[in-house]
């Protein structure tokens, strides 16, 4: 790399620190490549906080940060229909969010990546093209206004979140992101737990009372629980929600230990880079799974791939290996997101079709095709017949022929 004169130059800039960040920071290090991860302390996204198999084995997660391992999901009706359908020789681990990001930024920096603690403002660039990213620093502990401050870098990979600034500044497109509202509350786990309750089944409630649009949750986290609810609705008050939804399952009498709400997308963007020096990953790029909102294994796969794409960037300076990263990105997992985009605009509608849609995972093929998509990432191309059945079992459903 040739001198420039002035501050040092990283390869890459990193504009957010959680999953798709972090892991995209990691990537870059490993790839030896030199690289300043920014992030905004103090904030913890709510999230449900579920990371399966796949996730675990492909990136390494330690034991010892799985605050809950479920072993069972239960939807529940609008009619109070409960099916509980086993995870059947596995789990699915629960995460704290604090506690996960955290830890994938200090893997990060371990390898060598430079953490800085700031909100990003803008990019600006140089006559050689150098990126000087502007950003307001923090202090240590994050919560007082800093100094300004720059990083200067030849490529930025953004992952800022949900209305992503970098992508808003930098990415044609970005204005057409779609996203669900999201809210919940972390709960002391009950000591003198109300019946039916068990420390490792995750609830899903399917209740337009709840959301409109989406589903509520009650997902345990080991000493305390996430319970919330999501809504594209702008007038739905997801706060009054929960409150129903505690109710409901009886932990409107445990101590609440904090409230959390952030908008998720549900549709990834168009376009992923400005065609020049800049990547998104993540929920900047809108990879989270539309019908069930599960976004941590898709941030850290989109994360892993633009680090790929913005390694080889990096080294042919051929701007356009930056469209590698939403191109495989939607080749793995493009078809998943477009059933389940199928699926919310059709079930979630009301709650007489989502009765049916409870009634219909009661079906054993259903459960077991979809958990194995689930803990795979995949869509499951084997036994053929068990899909016919589906296929066959969903039109009675959807022509009204099945009971309820």
């Known amino acids: 790399m040739s001198q420039t004169p002035g501050p040092e130059v990283f390869d890459a800039v990193v504009i957010g620190g959680g999953p798709a960040g972090a892991t995209a920071a990691h990537e870059l290090v490993r790839s030896g490549h030199r690289v300043a991860l920014l992030d905004r302390a103090g904030r913890i996204k709510p999230?449900?906080?579920?990371?399966?198999?796949?996730?675990?084995?492909?990136?390494?997660?330690?034991?010892?940060?799985?605050?809950?391992?479920?072993?069972?999901?239960?939807?529940?009706?609008?009619?109070?229909?409960?099916?509980?359908?086993?995870?059947?020789?596995?789990?699915?681990?629960?995460?704290?969010?604090?506690?996960?990001?955290?830890?994938?930024?200090?893997?990060?920096?371990?390898?060598?990546?430079?953490?800085?603690?700031?909100?990003?403002?803008?990019?600006?660039?140089?006559?050689?093209?150098?990126?000087?990213?502007?950003?307001?620093?923090?202090t240590g502990d994050g919560l007082r206004d800093g100094p300004a401050a720059t990083l200067r870098a030849r490529c930025v990979v953004g992952a800022d979140g949900a209305r992503s600034e970098v992508a808003r500044q930098e990415v044609r497109g970005a204005e057409?992101?779609?996203?669900?509202?999201?809210?919940?509350?972390?709960?002391?786990?009950?000591?003198?737990?109300?019946?039916?309750y068990d420390a490792s089944r995750c609830d899903v409630y399917y209740r337009g009372e709840l959301s409109p649009d989406f589903y509520g949750w009650v997902f345990p986290h080991g000493r305390t629980l996430s319970v919330g609810t999501g809504s594209a609705d702008k007038g739905f008050s997801l706060r009054n929600a929960t409150s129903r939804l505690r109710a409901v399952a009886g932990l409107d009498r445990f101590e609440t230990l904090r409230r959390e709400g952030a908008p998720i997308p549900m549709k990834p963007l168009p376009s992923w880079d400005n065609g020049r020096d800049v990547v998104l990953a993540g929920d900047a790029a809108g990879v989270v799974a539309p019908a069930s909102g599960e976004g941590i294994y898709y941030a850290m796969a989109c994360g892993q791939m633009a680090a790929e794409a913005a390694s080889q960037f990096l080294r042919t300076g051929d701007a356009r290996a930056l469209a590698t990263a939403r191109r495989r990105f939607m080749k793995a997992h493009g078809k998943v997101f477009w059933v389940l985009g199928i699926m919310q605009r059709f079930w979630y509608v009301n709650d007489r079709r989502r009765e049916r849609f409870v009634s219909i995972c009661e079906d054993r093929d259903v459960q077991q095709l979809t958990f194995e998509a689930y803990m795979n990432k995949e869509l499951v191309r084997r036994r053929p017949m068990a899909h016919i059945r589906i296929f066959l079992k969903d039109m009675a459903h959807l022509l009204g022929l099945a009971r309820v």
């Open 176 to 196: 057409k992101g779609r996203f669900v509202f999201a809210y919940h509350e972390i709960v002391r786990a009950p000591e003198d737990p109300p019946a039916g």
């Open 47 to 138: 999230c449900g906080g579920a990371i399966p198999p796949r996730l675990i084995k492909d990136f390494a997660i330690p034991d010892h940060l799985l605050v809950a391992k479920a072993r069972c999901a239960r939807m529940v009706s609008p009619k109070d229909n409960r099916v509980d359908i086993p995870i059947e020789g596995g789990f699915v681990g629960m995460v704290d969010r604090d506690q996960f990001d955290e830890w994938l930024r200090e893997r990060a920096a371990s390898a060598g990546a430079v953490r800085h603690t700031g909100i990003f403002e803008r990019i600006e660039r140089d006559a050689q093209g150098v990126c000087t990213v502007h950003y307001h620093a923090r």
